[in-house]
């Protein structure tokens, strides 16, 4: 399975691209005076629809787009690097899917920035890594729990702190919830662990094999009870002797040919 790993000029590319160009419509609202923010998710009104594309490209302030820019730029490398057969999808269906949950149960005010796809990917590769049982995977799982394991806490609810930009946790659920789908529902039949041997299947009853009963339940090595091997030779002598009387009969010597006629 590790031909499956495969480091490409988008491991890299892709997620300074995809950063670069936020930097670049931030550097468009600060140089030409722009107010992007009106165009982010406002929940429930037909308007606030657009949010759920442009949202994710739109920030408040420096600290908010330099607090996104590192933690997308590790997650994207990693989704195009473990992930690559999916990661498109994951990125466009997770920007859209997270900002409709957002936009049906945020509050009333306008919410922007890349954090609901940091979760996304957050969580689809903590779960995807998991379900799959790959030892690579399941590493890359733990790293990003013990990295990005604080994000967790601002998927609920956060007091608003008075001259302050309230953080938008109702973004950061949809994109966890999002994540945790897509994780379900994009299957990775390339990393399915092989059947080798019949003690690997599921349907496995050690009780039937040959081998296994060699052994008792403290894993000793023993031999097969004595009645057993009393009815192999049984069966054996069965097999090669016969229970019933033979009788012979003796019979003259005499040539089975016609006399010739005089």
């Known amino acids: 399975m590790e031909k499956h790993f495969k480091f490409t000029n988008s491991v890299i590319g892709l997620p300074l691209f995809f950063v670069v160009f936020l930097w670049f419509v931030f550097w468009l609202e600060i140089r ?3 107010d992007f923010v009106q165009n982010g998710i406002y929940p429930r009104s037909f308007s606030g629809l657009q949010g759920v594309i442009f949202s994710p490209f739109i920030h408040a302030d420096m600290k908010h787009l330099y607090n996104n820019s590192f933690p ?3 997650l994207l490398a990693a989704l195009q690097f473990f992930y690559a057969k999916q ?4 990125i466009g269906y997770g920007i859209i899917v ?5 936009w049906i149960i ?3 005010n306008y919410h922007i920035g890349a954090s609901g796809l940091i979760y996304v990917l957050f969580s689809f590769i903590f779960f995807k890594g998991i379900q799959t049982k790959y030892s690579r995977l399941v590493a890359l799982s733990l790293a990003v729990i013990v990295v990005y394991g604080g994000l967790v806490w601002y998927v609920f609810p956060t007091p608003d ?3 302050e930009n309230s953080i938008s946790w109702e973004g950061h659920l949809g994109g ?3 994540g945790f789908f897509f994780s379900l529902y994009y299957k990775t039949p390339e990393y399915k662990k092989v059947i ?3 003690w690997e299947r599921p349907d496995f009853d050690p009780s039937e094999d040959k081998f296994m009963q060699r052994f008792d339940a403290n894993g000793n090595f023993v031999n097969l009870p004595e009645i057993e091997e009393l009815e192999e030779q049984q069966e054996l002598l069965s097999y090669y002797t016969s229970c019933y009387p033979v009788i012979y009969e003796l019979c003259a010597n005499k040539k089975n040919e016609s006399k010739p006629e005089s």
């Open 72 to 74: 997308l730029i590790m």
């Open 176 to 178: 966890m919830l999002t």
């Open 98 to 102: 997270s900002g409709c949950i957002t």
């Open 32 to 34: 030409f005076d722009f």
């Open 161 to 163: 702190v008075v001259g």
């Open 87 to 90: 990661s498109f999808q994951i």
């Open 106 to 108: 945020g509050r009333e």
């Open 196 to 198: 080798k041997y019949d």
